[in-house]
């Protein structure tokens, strides 16, 4: 699982690239969110925060009154650094039992939106940080424009949080939003297609080279078999799609120059695609989308690329502990 920062300091944008990875798939963790689970009435974070900032702060129906909160802690260091201290370790926890379970499913690409990543986080902790930005005099208009405030006001929101410029060089992506909502999606894309081939290259556990896809001619556009193709596409395997016929699977079984690593039949093609794996040596791992999958069977999570999980059975896997993808850690099967 490649598990990702993506931040931006305020009216840079960060909400609208978080839609849209979400949009194309990744697994989204909100901190915003999280921050808010946390301070729900009756739990032991807002009743710290009324200890240590008063019981204004809480609104009428016992819920926490964020304005008044926030003009308590905006522009005192001290008093934003004891709430931080209340709020984050709570975060900290529910975002880390998030991150297991997404492993837990498969999921390969898990983005994690934290506004304060710098500010509150070691960035270090994430495989790759993605940082939103724009300019101060945009992010200004912006507040002005889209919340009513007065300049003063935005001003005060702005130097509450660490200047973008130190945050870059600790980034591995920075996507600009100076410019309209088309050009923010087309660079937003790039950064996105380059975690997702990440995230592919990750989820495979060892160097791979060649993927074979079996279908009849009837299937040859089957929806599964794409996906997978593109997944591992993404990662850099080299992936050939091929007939049921006896020959055809022989030929590709039989290439010297390029065995396959994994051979992925849909279930009609399952019986041709045994017999000529058995004949060739039992190259690689075998493999095929069932009807009806074994609990322990082998996994292919396809989540990010629009299909839901796929089980994929593997004959004689019966007793075997399920493996996180379709590549083992070994070597491959003979």
Do not use: C
Not at 233 to 249: E, F, T
């Amino acid at each position: 699982m490649l598990n990702v920062a993506l931040t931006g300091n305020i009216a840079a944008g960060k909400s609208t690239v978080v839609d849209l990875f979400r949009r194309w798939g990744a697994t989204i963790i909100d901190a915003d969110e999280l921050a808010r689970e946390a301070q729900a009435p009756g739990g032991e974070v807002l009743a710290s925060i009324a200890r240590r900032f008063g019981a204004d702060v809480l609104a009428a129906d016992g819920s926490l009154d964020r304005a008044a909160l926030r003009g308590k802690v905006m522009g005192d260091q001290a008093a934003l650094d004891a709430l931080n201290a209340i709020v984050h370790p709570a975060v900290r926890r529910r975002r880390d039992e998030l991150a297991r379970e997404a492993a837990e499913r498969g999921d390969v690409l898990v983005v994690n939106d934290i506004p304060l990543l710098f500010e509150a986080l070691d960035p270090a902790q994430f495989d790759a940080v993605v940082l939103v930005d724009a300019s101060v005099t945009l992010r200004r208009t912006r507040l002005r424009a889209m919340r009513g405030l007065s300049s003063d006001e935005a001003d005060r929101m702005i130097a509450a949080q660490m200047p973008a410029e130190r945050k870059r060089a600790q980034s591995h992506f920075t996507i600009e939003n100076e410019r309209s909502l088309k050009t923010l999606e087309r660079r937003a894309r790039k950064v996105f297609e380059e975690l997702r081939r990440r995230a592919a290259a990750a989820a495979l556990g060892r160097p791979a080279r060649t993927l074979l896809l079996v279908a009849p001619p009837s299937d040859a556009k089957h929806p599964a078999l794409s996906a997978i193709g593109a997944r591992y596409g993404d990662a850099g395997l080299a992936v050939h799609r091929v007939a049921d016929s006896r020959s055809a699977l022989e030929k590709a079984l039989q290439r010297p120059d390029e065995p396959p690593d994994a051979i992925v039949a849909v279930h009609p093609a399952a019986p041709a695609a045994e017999q000529a794996w058995t004949r060739a040596g039992r190259p690689g791992v075998l493999a095929y989308l069932s009807d009806d999958p074994d609990p322990v069977a082998v996994r292919l999570d396809l989540r990010p690329w629009g299909y839901e999980r796929l089980r994929l059975m593997e004959p004689g896997a019966a007793g075997l502990a399920p493996r996180p993808d379709l590549f083992p850690s070994a070597n491959p099967l003979g």
